[in-house]
């Protein structure tokens, strides 16, 4: 029979055996996970390769509360994009929160009896997860509230480039009618 003392040897042998294999495979493991991150964008789902601009903002005189037609061509479709496998449909987050702002807007401009508070208790939650998590950290001026403009008129911002999403969804929207067209499939009514 082994002796107490050759167990132990063998027993720690074997334990370290195993750490050396979890370590090399935590190694392997994060060195796949770092090249695909180099190699794939963030979202690799969807993306939009896109510059910066400035936006000066503007005297809002734009996208008043009984504007909603202003409003409407903000998210085309809904801002529902198809992706393969499957065109399976997604919506653009930015056109996701305009689409909200307008659900909002629309409640507002309505009789109080003809309210309908879930959509927008939904869209006011998602908007303040959305702004929370992309928050915004450029300050802006800022003065009592009982001031004219409590904050600058004509701020001028440096944004991403919404133009480059817009495109995009045109085209991504425009080979999925496509698609659709030459399937003989007939597009699902809520996407329309």
């Given at each position: 029979?082994?002796?107490?003392?050759?167990?132990?040897?063998?027993f720690v042998a074997v334990?370290?055996i195993?750490?050396a294999?979890?370590?090399?495979?935590?190694?392997?493991t994060?060195?796949?996970?770092?090249r695909?991150?180099?190699?794939?964008p963030?979202n690799?789902l969807?993306?939009?390769?896109?510059?910066?601009v400035?936006?000066?903002?503007?005297?809002?005189?734009?996208?008043?509360l009984?504007s909603?037609?202003?409003?409407?061509?903000?998210?085309?479709?809904?801002?529902?994009i198809?992706l393969?496998p499957?065109?399976?449909?997604?919506?653009?987050?930015?056109m996701?929160q305009?689409r909200c702002?307008d659900?909002?807007r629309?409640?507002l401009?309505?009789?109080i009896r003809?309210?309908?508070?879930?959509?927008?208790?939904?869209c006011?939650?998602y908007?303040?997860?959305?702004?929370?998590?992309r928050?915004d950290l450029?300050?802006?001026?800022?003065?009592?509230?009982?001031?004219?403009?409590?904050?600058?008129p004509h701020?001028?911002?440096?944004?991403k480039?919404w133009?480059?999403v817009?495109?995009k969804?045109?085209?991504n929207q425009?080979?999925?009618?496509?698609?659709?067209a030459?399937?003989?499939?007939?597009?699902?009514?809520?996407l329309?």
């Amino acid at each position: 029979m082994f002796s107490k003392r050759t167990l132990e040897n063998a027993f720690v042998a074997v334990a370290i055996i195993f750490l050396a294999l979890n370590a090399a495979f935590k190694l392997a493991t994060q060195a796949v996970v770092q090249r695909t991150q180099n190699r794939e964008p963030a979202n690799s789902l969807w993306h939009v390769e896109r510059k910066e601009v400035l936006l000066e903002m503007d005297s809002w005189t734009r996208f008043t509360l009984d504007s909603g037609a202003q409003w409407a061509p903000l998210f085309p479709d809904g801002g529902i994009i198809h992706l393969r496998p499957g065109r399976t449909p997604y919506t653009v987050s930015m056109m996701h929160q305009l689409r909200c702002l307008d659900a909002i807007r629309d409640q507002l401009t309505r009789p109080i009896r003809e309210r309908d508070a879930e959509p927008t208790r939904q869209c006011l939650n998602y908007l303040r997860q959305m702004v929370t998590c992309r928050g915004d950290l450029q300050v802006d001026p800022y003065q009592y509230a009982h001031n004219i403009n409590a904050v600058h008129p004509h701020a001028i911002r440096r944004c991403k480039d919404w133009g480059a999403v817009y495109e995009k969804v045109r085209e991504n929207q425009r080979e999925y009618r496509a698609a659709e067209a030459t399937s003989n499939v007939t597009p699902r009514a809520w996407l329309k």
